[in-house]
């Protein structure tokens, strides 16, 4: 019998992170199905974690983003957090969801209205002359697996 992996799996548009388990006879494609994507790539949270992020995920429309604590570029559809060992196989994550949830910042744009005042001899009332737009970010909601 394989011992499954853990991983932690960030779905960006629900804005939580939760556990999963990874088969490691079949790593590749669990990470592949869990973030929703065929062409991976890694980026190194620290010496022991990895975030897999989907390789071409900034080339589509993207209804929100993540940021990662110290890392420059943002980072496009859900994420999976796995550990590394010394010899950069994946296992289980040895720090806390709740860590890592703390370095991560999901950014989603809201749309606010913006209204003018009709004031005329036969129309009274407002009307909506545009949208503003503004980053909401949160950090993801851990959510408990059963």
Do not use: W
Request: proline residues 5%; negative net charge.
């Amino acid at each position: 019998m394989t011992k499954t992996i853990t991983a932690y799996l960030v779905e960006v548009e629900q804005r939580t992170i939760r556990t999963v388990e990874i088969d490691p006879a079949n790593s590749l494609t669990d990470i592949r199905r869990h973030i929703g994507c065929d062409l991976i790539d890694m980026v190194r949270v620290d010496q022991h974690h990895c975030v897999v992020v989907d390789d071409n995920g900034l080339m589509d429309e993207l209804p929100c983003f993540t940021e990662l604590q110290d890392y420059a570029s943002p980072l496009a559809g859900n994420l999976l957090i796995v550990g590394t060992d010394a010899e950069g196989e994946t296992v289980s994550p040895t720090r806390s969801i709740a860590d890592i949830a703390g370095m991560l910042t999901i950014c989603h744009p809201v749309l606010s209205p913006t209204f003018e005042t009709l004031n005329g001899p036969f129309v009274f009332g407002s009307r909506i002359t545009g949208f503003a737009v503004t980053l909401k970010r949160a950090v993801p909601a851990v959510v408990a697996t059963a």
